[in-house]
């Protein structure tokens, strides 16, 4: 399984429709400083309902919504909507078929090979609110997490290295390495339950 494109619209600084193309082994995107290298990476955890412990870098959901003024400052105005959707290759079938059908309709049953899942924001005068889609259907974001937990992509997981993270790891003490380890390894569940359970 892995990604073959993504596709950026209004999300932080593309204003315009994006695709990107991913190879099947290995991708290398380059440009100057402040050119939107992180930003597809923020795309991708923003789509895949990755954000929350990896940090996408933006205080609030709406930030990501492209912003013309963005450099001098300014509000935002007119059309406040972003999407990013990403394409993966399942023709492995790592992701379970049957649940993609499940989740997003029988309609796409001879389409399990390509999955597309995609994550809408929209901002209104007074709120916010987020969508995905899986192949088109509207899901919920568990229905994503469940599906990507099958090939050990996770919210708590280390799938994304993000810039500094490298130099963070460095500077650890040896007990904050040792708890990324456990985490990676699956040891750091077991911890929690056992502290839940002493706490009982
Ligand atoms: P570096 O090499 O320094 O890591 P980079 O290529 O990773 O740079 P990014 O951090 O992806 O660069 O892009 C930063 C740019 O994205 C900034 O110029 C910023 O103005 C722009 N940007 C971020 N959010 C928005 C937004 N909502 N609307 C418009 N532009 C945005
Ligand atoms: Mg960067």
Known sequence: MHITELVLDNFKSFGRPTRIPFYEDFTVITGPNGSGKSN?????????GLARTRGIRAE????????????DGEGPSGAREA???VVLDNSDGKLDRSQVVSAAGSEDIDDHERITIKRRVKETDDNYYSYYYLNGRS??????????????????????VMQGDVTDIINMTPYERRKIVDEIAGVAEFDAKKEDAFAE
């Open 83 to 85: 999407s990013v959707e």
């Open 139 to 160: 899901v919920n974001l568990s229905d994503i997490q469940d599906l990507l937990a099958q090939a050990g992509v996770t919210p708590e997981g280390y799938n994304v």
């Open 40 to 48: 597809i990476i923020d795309g991708v955890l923003f789509a895949l």
């Open 60 to 71: 609030k959901l709406t930030d990501l919504i492209y912003n013309p003024g963005y450099e």
